[in-house]
């Protein structure tokens, strides 16, 4: 197992296609725009695609740099992993020659191997198990923490000896959803997503609360939309919020 693949560009320069394995949802998947770009730009000849949680692959759509986003069916429970046989075998088809993964989860150590990519290369996630390295040979250390999400996925590329530029997060968004969006949604908005996947990964409620309210105190033009999936828990968290603002310009 190599812990600094740093040739793994070199091996890799001529790929032909190339899939990023990484099950986010929507946040995890907006840091990962900016590595899509690294790629993109190190890999100009290759179709990029990528495989995340449906509402990750809706917001992957919209990245010009990514020819296919593939969705990944998550829920809570998650679905039993038989369920997924046929897209696993769509995926394989494809014949990829190269992989990335970024999260170094278990499930997505066995999705990026069952890709059948040659060449595949993931980030520690910091559990280590003897069968990691005979799914996927390279490994890039830990990043620091401390680092913003979508820093550590670029950092990872570097370890692979892949050159960076500037961060770069351009989606192409299409006139029609423009302008709909703009039809419902205030110009000024700021978006809140107060749920995550569980509720050890939430900021407390309170918390949300507190800073919906500063913000529309400070700007009497603000408006703040905050989002959920329907499930009972996370719209139950939304109508807590709302409860709790009070305020007509939280929508």
């Known amino acids: 197992m190599s812990s600094e693949p740093a040739n793994f560009y070199s091996r890799t320069n001529t790929a032909r296609k190339i899939i990023v394995v990484d099950l986010g949802f929507l946040g995890d998947s907006v840091h990962l725009i900016p590595a899509l770009w690294e790629l993109k730009r190190n890999y100009p000849q290759a179709s990029l695609h990528t495989l995340s949680a449906t509402v990750g692959a809706e917001l992957l759509r919209l990245v010009p740099c990514v020819e296919k986003a593939w969705a990944f069916p998550l829920a809570a429970p998650s679905p039993p992993w038989w369920r997924h046989w046929g897209l696993l075998g769509s995926l394989r088809r494809e014949g990829f020659h190269a992989a990335f993964n970024?999260?170094?989860?278990?499930r997505t150590i066995f999705i990026?191997?069952?890709?059948?990519?040659?060449?595949?290369?993931a980030h520690a996630a910091g559990r280590k198990h003897f069968w990691q390295s005979?799914?996927?040979k390279d490994w890039v250390r830990r990043r620091p923490n401390t680092l913003p999400v979508y820093e550590q996925?670029?950092?990872?590329?570097?370890?692979?000896?892949?050159?960076?530029?500037?961060?770069k997060w351009e989606l192409g968004i299409p006139d029609t959803i423009r302008a709909e969006v703009e039809s419902l949604v205030p110009e000024d908005a700021i978006h809140c997503s107060i749920n995550a996947s569980t509720p050890l990964k939430e900021w407390p409620l309170e918390h949300w609360t507190e800073l919906?309210?500063?913000l529309l105190a400070a700007d009497s033009n603000c408006h703040i939309i905050a989002s959920g999936s329907r499930s009972p828990r996370e719209q139950e968290r939304?109508?807590?919020?709302?409860?709790?603002?009070?305020?007509?310009?939280?929508?």
């Not at 990026?112 to 290369?121: D, E, I, L, M, P």
């Not at 996925?153 to 961060?167: K, M, T």
Request: aromatic share 10%; net charge positive; charged share 20%.
């Open 134 to 136: 005979w799914l996927i």
């Open 212 to 214: 919906a309210r500063e």
């Open 112 to 121: 990026t191997a069952f890709t059948g990519a040659k060449h595949r290369v």
């Open 238 to 251: 939304l109508r807590a919020f709302a409860a709790a603002v009070n305020n007509w310009r939280l929508l």
């Open 102 to 106: 970024f999260s170094g989860a278990d």
């Open 153 to 167: 996925r670029r950092e990872v590329l570097a370890a692979c000896g892949i050159s960076l530029a500037s961060s």
